[in-house]
C-alpha cells in the first residue's frame, strides 16, 4: 500500500471517490478550567485529540474502539463540528468542512448524522414519536407535505409498529427508543451516520438485533458508518474495519479479521487479551496491562502507551538479551513504585538480577542505582534508571508510524508501533 493511503495524505485522499471522509491531522485540546477565569493562567491543554489520521470509505462501517477516556466521543464531536478542532481538517465527500458555509455547511450536516448512546436522554419526553422523526425534515426544510407518511414508513424501517406514531418516548423500550433515534436520523436520508456507542445502554439480547437492523438500513440506504464503542465483540460484529484509539491518538487501522486475529500494536494485544473468556471458572476479565493511563494533560513523548507497554524497546546503545532487558525494566518499574523494601546491594541483585547484572554501560546503570536504593536514595536510582533506559528509548523519542504487512487480506494496515520499524514509515502530520 502507498505510504499515505492509511494516514490520508491531501489532496489525493480527498479527491479519491471511494472515500467519503478525511481526517487529518485532527486536534483538539480543552482548556482545563471554563468560563471567566479560562486562560487567566497559563494552563497546559487536555490533549484530548491529537494529531488522528484516517479516511473512512463509502458504503464501509469503520469502528472505533478504545478505552474510556481515550477520545473516541470528542473525536466525533470534532468530525462533526459540534465542537471546534484545535488544528486539522476533515474533508466530507471532498469538501472540507472548514470552509464551507450557509447552504453548503447545512446540505453537509444533513448527510452527516450521528445517534448517542443514551436512546432516552435524546429523545424529548414531551413530543410523540412521529414528530420527533420529522423534526429533522422539519429543520432542514424537507419532505413537505409528505414528513407524516415518511415518519411512518421509517418507523416501519426500523422494525418499530408506523400505528405507535402517536405514543410518547417512555411507552417504548431502550432498544424501540433507539430506534426511534435511527429513523429520526433517516429522516434526512443521509449519507454518513457517526453511531456513539449506540447499543452500549442496551440488554445484550436487544443489542444484536439493533446491530443487525442497523446493517440491513446500511445496505437499504447505502450509509456509512462510523461506529464507536468499547466493547470489542460489537465492533468485530459490525466494522468492515477497526481504528483503536489510545490516550488521544490512532494506535492501529485494519481490517477487521486482520485487527482481531493478527493485531500489531501491543496495546491492541492487550486489549484483545482482557476480552472476557467464556470460561465459568475464570473471574472476571483479565487485563494484562500495567499502570494506569497517563494523564491527557501531560501525555508520554514518542508512543503514549509506552509507559504501560510490554514491549517496550530498549535503546539502541545497548544489546542486551531479552531476558535482561526485561529484568532491567521490571526493576527500574519495581524502584519507582517502591514495591520492595531498601536492603543491601547483594538482596537486591538476588531478587531482580538472579543470574547477573547485564554487562557494559547498562550494568554499570544498575549497579550504581543499587548503591542508590541501599542508601535510601530511591528518587535518584529511579530517575538515573528512567532516563537511562526509559527515557532513551525509540518509544520515548519518535512518534511511530507504520504501514505494515497484513497478513490476511490485501487491505491497509497502520500500526504506530516501533516494533515495525522495518516496515514502511506513514508519513503522519506534524506534531504541534
Ligand atoms: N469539555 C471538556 N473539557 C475538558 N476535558 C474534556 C472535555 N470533554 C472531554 N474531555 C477529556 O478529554 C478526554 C477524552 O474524553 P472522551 O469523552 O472523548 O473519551 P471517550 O473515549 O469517548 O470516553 P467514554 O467512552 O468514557 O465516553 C478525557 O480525558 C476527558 O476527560
Partial sequence: MSDGDVLGNGAAAVEDEDTILSVQGLTKHFSQSDGMLSGLWDEPPVRAVEDVSFDVKRGETLGLVGESGCGKSTLARTILRLVDPTDGAVYFNGDNLAELSGSDLRECRRDMQMIFQDPQSSLDPRMKVGPIVEEPMKAHGLYEGEREERARELLEKVGLDPHHYNRYPHQFSGGQRQRINLARALSV?????????????????????????????????????????????????????????????????????????????????????????????????????????????????????????????????????????????????????????????????????????????????????????????????????????ADASICATEKPSYAVEPTVGDGEHFAACHLHREDIEAPAPADD
Fill in 189 to 389: 436520508n443521509p449519507d454518513f451516520i457517526v453511531c456513539d456507542e449506540p447499543v452500549s445502554a442496551l440488554d445484550v439480547s436487544i443489542q444484536a438485533q439493533v446491530l443487525n437492523t442497523m446493517q440491513e438500513l446500511q445496505d437499504e440506504f447505502g450509509l456509512t458508518y462510523l461506529f464507536i464503542a468499547h466493547d470489542l465483540s460489537v465492533i468485530r460484529h459490525i466494522s468492515d474495519r477497526v481504528a483503536v484509539m489510545y490516550l488521544g491518538q490512532m494506535v492501529e487501522l485494519a481490517e477487521t479479521e486482520e485487527l482481531f486475529e493478527h493485531p500489531k500494536h501491543p496495546y491492541t494485544e492487550a486489549l484483545l487479551d482482557s476480552i472476557p473468556v467464556p470460561d465459568p471458572r475464570a473471574t472476571g476479565t483479565r487485563s494484562v496491562l500495567e499502570g494506569d493511563v497517563p494523564s491527557p494533560i501531560e501525555p508520554p513523548s514518542g508512543c503514549r502507551f509506552r509507559t504501560r507497554c510490554p514491549k517496550l524497546i530498549q535503546p539502541d546503545e545497548f544489546s542486551m538479551s531479552d531476558d535482561e532487558w526485561a529484568a532491567v525494566r521490571e526493576f527500574a518499574r519495581a524502584v519507582k513504585r517502591r514495591t520492595f523494601e531498601a536492603a543491601d546491594g547483594q538482596s537486591v541483585r538476588a531478587q531482580f538480577f538472579p543470574d547477573g547484572t547485564p554487562s557494559g554501560s547498562a550494568g554499570s546503570t544498575v549497579e550504581t542505582a543499587i548503591e542508590e536504593i541501599a542508601d535510601d536514595e530511591w528518587d535518584a536510582a529511579s530517575e538515573r534508571l528512567v532516563s537511562t533506559f
